[in-house]
């Protein structure tokens, strides 16, 4: 069982940053990765980034890329994204989530992750 704790949401303005943080407990291993994933209202939950647990590769959504970082911080236990420029297009809920299936690249559908955190609010202002 791995459990998935989300925070650092908030209500920002067009430009700003934001990090978000998960923290994982529970069982984990390195070939795991761990993803990022946002659902705006009336839109399917769509995939934003992800990074095997081991620290590395990543991947990202191409509306996101140059723009978000997602880290591991192996003190804390925790999955981070980091998100520059802002805007209001990335208004949703975000959720961290893990895959346990072993896979060279971290996947990008949700339907591929096992393991949910509750979500925080994201929202941009214009």
């Known amino acids: 069982q791995v459990q998935l704790v989300e925070s650092g949401g908030g209500l920002v303005q067009t430009g700003d940053s934001l990090t978000l943080s998960c923290a994982v407990s529970?069982?984990?291993?390195?070939?795991?990765?761990m993803g990022w994933f946002r659902q705006a209202p009336g839109k399917e939950r769509e995939f934003v980034a992800a990074?095997?647990?081991?620290?590395?590769?990543?991947r990202y959504a191409n509306s996101v890329k140059g723009r978000f970082t997602i880290s591991r911080d192996n003190a804390k236990n925790t999955v981070d994204l980091q998100m520059n420029s802002l805007e209001p297009e990335d208004t949703a809920v975000y959720y961290c989530?893990?895959?346990?299936?072993?896979?060279?690249?971290?996947?990008?559908?949700?339907?591929?992750?096992?393991?949910w955190g509750q979500g925080t609010q994201v929202t941009v202002s214009s």
């Open positions: 529970g069982r984990t291993f390195n070939n795991y990765a």
């Open positions: 989530a893990v895959d346990t299936t072993p896979a060279l690249m971290p996947r990008n559908s949700a339907l591929q992750y096992d393991y």
């Open positions: 990074i095997k647990w081991s620290g590395g590769p990543t």
